[in-house]
Each structure stands twice: as C-alpha cells, then as structure tokens.
C-alpha cells in the first residue's frame, strides 16, 4: 500500500514537472498562459465572422468555406486553401479586404498571404509531401485538443492521416483531349457576337452540383471564332470549382477512336461505365462523329446523361439541325437543349483580340512595339475569324524582326492574302437564316420549327426563297435544313414568294434590302 501511495506521488509530482516544462518544450503561449494556436484560431474566427458578414453568407460559403490559417507572425498571416483557382480568386478580389479585416482585429499585421495546401496538376512526384510539410506540425495538431489520453489519440491520428496520400482537387478530365491552361475565360475575349455563349457557358461552370440550367448547351459558328477556347474553359472552370465534378473533355474523333479502341481491345463495357459516372461532358465538332454503331453509342450516352441530370456541351461548325449525318435520334435530342450561336467578331472585338496578343507578346520582348495605327487598321480589314486575325499578327510579329518600321501600305502587302478583297463571298444557308431571323425578330429555331403561325410562316417562306436563289443547294437539301421539311414544301414557298413579289414593291425592297445584309 505505501509502495503504491508512493508511485502516485511520484507521478504527480512528474506531471507537475512537467506541465512547468511545457514552455520550455516548445509549446508556445501567451503572456496569459494561452497556448498561440488557441490565440491563432480566436483571431481567424473573429476575421471570419467579420468577412462573412461583410460578403453575405452564399459568398462565403462559396470561396471561403474552405479557407484555414496556417500560421500567424509578429507581423505576418498566412491563410490556405485547396487550389490554385481559389487563391488566385481570393487574392485577385478579397486579399485587401481579408488584409484590412485583420489589421483592425491586430494593428501590427501588415501582410496577409494566401497558400495552396494541395498538390496541383503537373507538380511534380513530391508535389503530396510538400503538401503535407504545409498543414500544421501533428504536434500542434494534438496541442489544440484535450490534454491526456485523447491528445495522444489525436496526434496519433495526425500523423496516420500525414502519411496517407491524400486526394486532391481534380484539375484535368478523366480522359480525353488535353486542355490548353491558356484556355480560360479571363482570356476569352468578350463581344456582341459571343456573350450569351459566354454567358451560357460561366453558369454551367460556376453551377452547383445538380443546377442543370442548360442541357445540353449547343454552341455553334463558323471556324475560328473561339468554339473550342469556350468548351475548354467550361472544362477548366469546372474543374477548379470547390464541388470537384467528374469531367470528360474531348472530340467527337477521339470519342470515335476510344470507342472503337475499346471495342478492339474487348474493353467497351468499362469505358460506358466510366462515361456513365461523369458530371459534365463536353463534345467539340460535334460534325465529325460518323459511323452507325458510333453514333448509337454516343446516343444511348446522351439520353443516360441527360435523362440522369447531368451537364452535356456540345459545339459544332453548324447548328444541331443542320448536321444531316448525324442519326436523326441524336439530332433530336440536341436540339432539345439550348443551341446559341457564335457570330465573327465586330471591330471593337477584334481589334481588343489584337491588344491583348500584343499585351502577351511585350511580356516576353519589352522592346516590342507596333503603332495603334496598324492594329487598328488589321482589325478593320481582317474580319473573317479571330483565327486569321491571329496568324495577321504572327505575320506582322516576324516581320518586324527584319523591318522594324512598318507602314500600312507594307501592312497590305503583307497581309493581302487575309484580306481577300475582290473574292466574292460563299453564301451558306444558316447566314440566311440568321439575317432573316434577325430581320423579322424571330429566333432561328422558330424559322426551322412545326410552328405554322403568320409570324413564322412568312419569314420562312423568305428564307427558302433566298436559299434557293442564292446558294446552289436543291430543294430536298433546304427542305432537311428547314426541320426536314418536304422538297414540295420548299418548292411551294419559292413559287409563292416569287408571285408576291411581282405584285408587291414593299416586299421587293425588303428582299434586296436581306440580300445585302446576307452578302456583306
């Protein structure tokens, strides 16, 4: 009994001792006796309470719900976050705000830096521990518990969870084509021509798991005018999002070689499973995808994918309507969604596309320099694509290396072979429609529609007109590009058309008045 009575004393005694040590250990405290971490956390709680009620409580909860303190200086605070998307966010739009924030609750805070906790895409194989060394030490971890059995427990549990490869944010899809990180929407130029695709496509990006707005959302234009830069930043902008969806970014080629890979390789059931668990997939010329036993593939992955509420992008050189290969069952169903259009740039777009090349280019050559006068003068006489609009200012770019000053009459003789004067232009049925469509504030859809109202019915029967006039296609092809319309149909409202216009000088004018807005 006295040898037990003294071993508890003497573990007393130990505790005490050590509890006095504690400083002297390397556990940090205040003047108070309050360990730092505690004050660390007070601190963060009240600059969070602060932010939220600054931001509102959606806002915060969208780009600061996962935001922790790291570590807290003299002078110095150091926040982390997840991603790189959310500390390039925090830092663009709120470092000042969260700055000021701690510099009232601490006036000796001068700085406050926003870190990644997790590794990226493309860092290299260490890229997890480094991750690790930036969390909290486990000893600190277990410092901010309970003292005795469950702070062992919890620092125990610290360095179990330190050791295990942890996962990280999603930043590339699960396969397919790779994105280009150049592809955002920060670098997508905006104009009257693209930004209700813009639109579309930030809502589908930004949207919360579930927020299906669009579905599918069918971009549409002619090459070169920013389909696939689009399609990459709704990839890109998805997969930095906090909910981490499931991505599949790719063409309709590659989706064909995959699937017949997979056929040949007795593999086709996995890659359906792996296709059916994704949130978003996103198709880029859509025009290419051939093949019946093809088609049928992507159209039983269509009809699961959106009849499970998942998000479909799809882009093409032509409207959904218009791609007579595809299996009129995929048509269909594309054309149950939103299709938008991508129109050629104006002046002002174009001419804001060749400032920031430029902008990019001064970048890496400080000496670079070339006249307001000539930019403006490319983007007033390039205006087919911003693809050619593009190689216009690589061809200036390596000419100036050998003639650094260029004048404009040099300009034209460069770039003659973009400008294309005298070639006269290709009319296609879908400018007609668009012109018409605008004309007699209809949409295009209604234009190729079931709908038989006089609203409708009229500019149809114009738009069939100026398509047989002014394209060389034949009266079953307009027929299939007017929602598969009879030859007769089309027949009847050319002869129609024309009879009124032999007795009606109003709608004379206002069918040359369409045919030269179709023609410039």
Known sequence: MQMNSARTAGALANGENARQALPQAGVQTTDAGVPSDMKQDALFDRVSARLKAQVGPDVYAS??????????SKSLVRLSVPTTFLKSWINNRYLDLITSLFQQEDAEILKVEILVRTATRGARAGAV?????????PQAQARRTASGPQAVASAVASVAAAAQPRATQNTSPL?????????TFDAFVEGTSNRVAL???????EAGAGAVRFNPLFVHSSVGLGKTHLLQAIALGALSSARNPRVVYLTAEYFMWRFATAIRDNDALSLKETLRNIDLLIIDDMQFLQGNSIQNEFCHLLNMLLDSAKQVVVAADRAPWELESLDPRVRSRLQGGVAIEMEAPDYEMRLEILKRRLAAAQQEDHSLDISPEILSHVARNITASGRELEGAFNQLLFRRSFE??????RVDELLGHLVA????????????QRVVAKHYNVSRQELVSNRRTRVIVKPRQIAMYLSKTLTPRSFPEIGRRFGGRDHTTVLHAVRKIEELISGDTKLSHEIELLKRLINE
């Open 404 to 409: 650094p000053n260029l004048t404009i009459e």
């Open 175 to 183: 396969f397919g084509s790779p994105l280009d990180p150049r592809y």
């Open 199 to 205: 639109a579309a496509a930030r809502t589908i990006a």
């Open 421 to 432: 004067a005298g070639e006269p232009r290709r009319v296609r049925i879908e400018d007609i």
């Open 63 to 72: 780009w600061f719900g996962r935001l922790k303190i790291h570590s807290v």
């Open 129 to 137: 521990e480094d991750a690790v060394l930036e969390q909290p030490a």
